[in-house]
């Protein structure tokens, strides 16, 4: 699609959004556990730290990295494990506290 200059569009509008984005660090074990608990049903799992060769063998599924921090830095992510999950045309994050 094409749109005028200044035109302002949100690509919610038109992508389908569906599954989660869990973002862990694969280096911690307590978070691989938590992921492991109820976590992987029809997610998309983003390691920011650790082996995504590794823990997709492990885990059976897919796993994608955030090479440079790209994506966490867009979506200002500051901790993880996080969730991102759409809400209607905005994203939702959810940064989870493990120790808490």
């Known amino acids: 699609m ?8 949100n690509p919610l509008d038109y992508n389908f959004f569906h599954n989660s984005w869990i973002f862990i660090d694969g280096n911690d074990p307590k978070q691989v556990d938590w992921l ?7 997610n ?8 995504p060769i ?6 059976e599924m897919p796993v994608f990295f955030d090479q440079l921090g790209v994506i966490t830095t867009k979506l200002n992510i500051n901790a993880v494990p996080a969730i991102v999950t759409r809400s209607k ?3 939702k994050i959810e940064e989870i506290c493990l120790d808490c």
């Open 89 to 91: 045309d905005k994203l």
């Open 54 to 59: 590794k823990l997709s063998e492990q885990l």
């Open 44 to 51: 998309k799992l983003i390691l920011i730290n650790g082996s």
């Open 2 to 9: 094409f749109y005028k200059k200044g035109t302002k569009v």
């Open 36 to 42: 492991k608990e109820d976590q992987l049903d029809g």
